[in-house]
């Protein structure tokens, strides 16, 4: 199952609070029936009003109701906007009739005394309070019908409000809606995806310089991948460079620790043995016995420490290795014809059960000795009378083909728990046994290490029947995919 990705988590989050917060503020719209429309409509009323007002009072107070008519109807054919007079009794001094919807607002200007507005079913009303010369008391009213198809004017204001607009009326386009939903949906969508992508990037970045460092490049960095950023992100940049630099200096410290203790170690060691032969040939039987012991002892603290300093130059010197094309079928051949000739002492035999046609590009030596190790190891723990059975494969994943070996004996086997450690350095599932066989817990680990600088892997699993399965997994080329390499 996929981890949850917290780039979509906050994407998801921004984008839904962006539409609910304008699906609601779309919806008080309409349940208190602002329009923003009406902004416009009103301020063409009130110019109208303001312009005509006087002038149709002033006609009919002069009882000229021809030339009231007449700017009346201009007015109506010219603008849309119908304009009524009102006297102090609520009653219409033009021969039309009176709306009931415009006899309500006039109702309540006489009692309120102020201009009163409303927009409902597209239509702008405005009534307000007109005063003759005389001091006699009327109402100039204004009404116009916003056309179906004409869009509303821009304003200034919240900017979703101006998307969504006014309901459609009825009849109206159902896509209305839906388009200055989706005006709004790919706008917000937009600038979501933007700060989403700003406050994650610098976390994938972050991980993927920690999957580095954890694969073992030591030198990676993040310094100023982040940009000019001065947030909690570059600062945590600065913390991981921190903790790296000063991983990457203990862990050096502690390889050139392991080189100098090798050297050091290997002067008393040749001393040991130049007095050991010299001691064996002034001595009787029972101290050849004896010395046989130390001189045995000797050799495997000898042979220790010329692992540990392999261990020390692969770390070191991984990036001056020489890789060449390698012919893994040939070379598997041959490991396993030697592996079989030291078999006879401990009677058994290794033999190859398949072999497919391989190529790799890496260093020889380094893969010889990989895959020695290997077959050693499963030979020293087979049991007598059977077969160590290797296996060299060709397969593919994810578009990459890799050349597999596979090396299974038949001893015991090793406790699951155990089978992740058996390629740490120093690792012994049981002391008593790896002193009875002569292992030093290094050759698996100098076998991880080689197979790691070339981009392989290694593992172990128990074998079904019993004995343990070894396998080492790299990554094949084809002669032209090598010749463009080299």
């Known amino acids: 199952m996929p981890k949850p990705n917290i780039f979509l988590k906050i994407y998801l989050c921004f984008l839904f609070v962006t539409m609910l917060v304008s699906v609601t503020q779309f919806n008080l719209d309409r349940l208190i029936g602002f329009r923003p429309s009406s902004f416009h409509l009103r301020h063409t009323l009130e110019v109208v009003l ?61 009692h309120s005394k102020n201009a009163e507005f409303s927009f409902a079913d597209n239509r702008a009303l405005l009534a307000q309070p007109l005063t003759a010369g005389h001091g006699t008391p009327y109402f100039l009213a204004g009404t116009i019908q916003k056309p179906l198809d004409s869009p509303d004017p821009p304003r200034p204001g919240p900017f979703f409000m101006g998307v969504f607009g006014p309901p459609p009326p009825p009849g109206h386009d159902p896509w209305f809606l839906v388009s200055r939903f989706l005006i709004v949906l790919v706008i917000s969508g937009g600038v979501c995806y933007w700060l989403a992508r700003y406050l994650t990037s610098p976390v994938v970045k972050l991980q993927e310089a920690t999957r580095r460092f954890a694969g073992g490049e030591m030198s990676v960095r993040i310094g100023k991948g982040l940009g000019n950023r001065k947030d909690e992100f570059s600062g945590l940049a600065e913390d991981f460079d921190r903790m790296a630099e000063r991983i990457g200096t203990l862990m050096a410290q502690q390889r050139q620790l392991l080189r100098d203790v090798s050297h050091e170690l290997r002067s008393p060691l040749t001393r040991l043995n130049v007095a050991v032969e010299l001691a064996r040939r002034q001595g009787g039987t029972k101290i050849t016995t004896i010395l046989d012991r130390i001189e045995a002892e000797s050799g495997l603290l000898n042979d220790m420490i010329g692992q540990v300093l392999t261990l020390a130059r692969f770390d070191s010197d991984a990036e001056a290795i020489q890789m060449a094309p390698v012919d893994l079928t040939v070379l598997v051949q041959e490991i396993t014809a030697d592996a079989n000739f030291e078999a006879q002492a401990r009677k058994c035999t290794v033999q190859i059960t398949a072999s497919t046609k391989c190529t790799v590009l890496g260093n020889e030596g380094l893969l010889r000795r990989a895959i020695e190790n290997v077959i050693r190891n499963a030979l020293i723990h087979t049991r007598q009378n059977t077969v160590v059975e290797v296996q060299l494969t060709r397969t593919g994943s994810n578009g990459t083909s890799y050349a597999e070996i596979t090396v299974r004996d038949h001893g015991q086997g090793v406790p699951e728990s155990d089978l992740p450690h058996l390629f740490d350095p120093f690792y012994r599932v049981s002391d008593a046994r790896e002193r009875q066989t002569g292992g030093t817990g290094l050759g698996l680990a100098i076998t991880k290490h080689a197979v790691n600088l070339h981009q392989g892997m290694v593992m172990a699993l128990n074998a079904p029947e019993g004995g343990l399965v070894a396998v080492i997994r790299l990554p094949a080329k084809d002669g032209d995919e090598i010749r463009s390499n080299s």
């Open 50 to 110: 303001a312009g005509y007002g006087p002038i149709v009072l002033e006609h009919h107070v002069r009882g000229d109701r021809g030339a009231l008519k007449s700017i009346i109807d201009r007015l109506q054919n010219s603008t849309g906007i119908t304009i009524y007079l009102i006297d102090a009794m609520g009653k219409n001094t033009g021969n039309n009739p009176l709306p009931q919807d415009v006899a309500a607002v006039v109702e309540h200007v006489r």
